[in-house]
């Protein structure tokens, strides 16, 4: 058998190239957040101090929503002609296969935050007064905390009816937390004050529940 | 293991779905090196004894025991799984789809998919992607998914349906060819006529239950 690393690759490689060739998820991410910055910049006219105040729980509210249609769309093409049983089937483990979600989720996002953050950063004239370095970090954190239970969940509620909705339900309470961190990081590191608690909250939380997650996931995919 | 002792062995095999029992206490030795169709009405329950073999589902009570293990996951690979549904990526070519799959066994060579795609009957140049198949390649190549990893234990869901009658005789020479190897090939069908002088045994089944095991298709009184 392949080395789980050798799995975890070709399982993302192969995503990569299902979501090249259909772009469900990418285009889908991509216009939801547009109409949300566009939506949302016409609704408030803040001034510089208030868009500190304000953008960050934006921003990540916008991500959130957005990662929501990848995190479906992820195991959505596993049940078309009911792929995901020839993976139940082999030697692979499944840890390998989640990971390779996870990382393949991580992606998309990451690419949704590079082409959005500039139009937020435009559209509310964005200036951090703390060290901006560390917004990547908590970019970093708070998107492997979305996608890591959001691949999880959407796991989970793939045999359910309807599993758009049960994602959310789901996926959102139990993200406060993160949420919480990701919006205070943001929020603290623009106004200039100091995010250190919130970053070391982010990254227990992402320990926590990537350990969880990694543990549990076998007993979800072969779940009846 | 001779070639006579049974290479799966189901014990009062029992499956519940809710209130509907669609395995009622299956018990059966299979020996190995045969070719087994199993026939039956829709309902009867072939498709549940098929994915309990395969490790798929989860009995509610009884055992399965495959090539001596009573973890299917000891021996998944050694065992080949075809399903109704083709099991394959729409957005691949059949040698995308199968050099994937073929790492999850751990099969590095590109080679072994070639092969496997040649015997059962298609080109594996074909560039197109499986989504545009007719239905009746989309099995073809579900068949060489199931074949790629050389199993000792071939289960297959109905591989002749929505395939043309060339194409099925075609499939069964092969399925017969792999039986000559002393591989043990189990067929869930409802075309029992293309078996017809090449299954070694007709396995009847009715109301979750196997009524009668015959050398010729011929329903044992028990079904009739």
Redesign the interface.
């Known amino acids: 058998?392949?080395p789980p690393t050798?799995?975890t690759r070709?399982?993302l490689l192969?995503d990569l190239?299902?979501e090249w060739?259909?772009k469900d998820a990418i285009n889908s991410m991509l216009f939801f957040s547009l109409l949300v910055v566009v939506v949302f910049s016409f609704s408030f006219d803040p001034n510089a101090e208030e868009s500190r105040q304000i953008a960050g729980g934006l921003i990540w509210v916008a991500f959130l929503f957005a990662a929501v249609v990848a995190l479906n769309q992820t195991w959505a093409?596993e049940l078309?002609?009911?792929?995901l049983?020839?993976?139940?089937?082999?030697?692979?483990p499944a840890n390998s296969l989640f990971l390779a979600k996870a990382v393949c989720n991580f992606i998309f996002v990451t690419v949704l935050e590079a082409l959005m953050t500039p139009l937020f950063i435009v559209f509310y004239q964005l200036r951090a007064l703390g060290p901006a370095w560390q917004l990547l970090v908590v970019a970093m954190l708070g998107t492997w905390a979305l996608v890591v239970n959001g691949t999880f969940f959407a796991a989970m509620s793939i045999r359910t009816r309807s599993r758009e909705i049960m994602l959310p339900l789901l996926l959102f309470p139990i993200s406060i937390p993160a949420l919480l961190a990701m919006v205070q990081a943001t929020t603290a590191i623009l106004t200039g004050e100091g995010a250190r608690f919130w970053i070391v909250l982010l990254v227990t939380y992402d320990l926590v529940f990537t350990t969880g997650c990694l543990l549990l996931f076998e007993t979800v995919l072969?779940a009846? | 293991m001779t070639e006579t002792a049974p290479v799966i062995s189901v014990s009062n095999l029992i499956k519940q779905f809710g209130r509907f029992a669609a395995l009622r206490g299956v018990s059966a030795d299979f020996a190995g090196g045969k070719l087994y169709a199993i026939l039956g009405d829709n309902g009867a329950g072939k498709t549940t004894l098929l994915r309990t073999l395969a490790g798929l589902t989860q009995p509610t009570s009884g055992g399965v025991t495959i090539l001596g293990a009573s973890e299917f996951h000891n021996v998944c690979h050694q065992v080949g799984y075809m399903a109704h549904p083709s099991l394959l990526y729409d957005e691949m070519s059949g040698m995308e789809n199968l050099a994937y799959f073929a790492r999850l066994y751990g099969i590095g060579d590109g080679s072994r998919c070639a092969e496997a795609i040649r015997a059962v009957g298609l080109d594996p140049e074909l560039t197109r992607p499986v989504g545009q198949y007719s239905q009746g390649m989309k099995q073809r190549m579900s068949l060489a998914r199931a074949l790629l990893n050389d199993p000792k234990i071939l289960l297959l869901d109905e591989p002749f349906s929505n395939v043309d009658i060339h194409s099925a005789t075609d499939m069964v020479r092969l399925l017969a060819r792999t039986r000559d190897q002393g591989k043990t090939v189990f067929v869930v069908t409802h075309q029992a006529s293309l078996l017809e002088g090449v299954a070694d045994e007709f396995v009847w089944m009715q109301a979750g239950k196997i009524a009668g095991r015959t050398r010729e298709l011929t329903p044992p009184e028990a079904t009739a």
């Open positions: 058998m392949s050798g799995i070709a399982t192969k190239r299902l060739r259909s093409r078309r002609n009911q792929v049983d020839a993976y139940r089937v082999s030697p692979a072969n009846e």
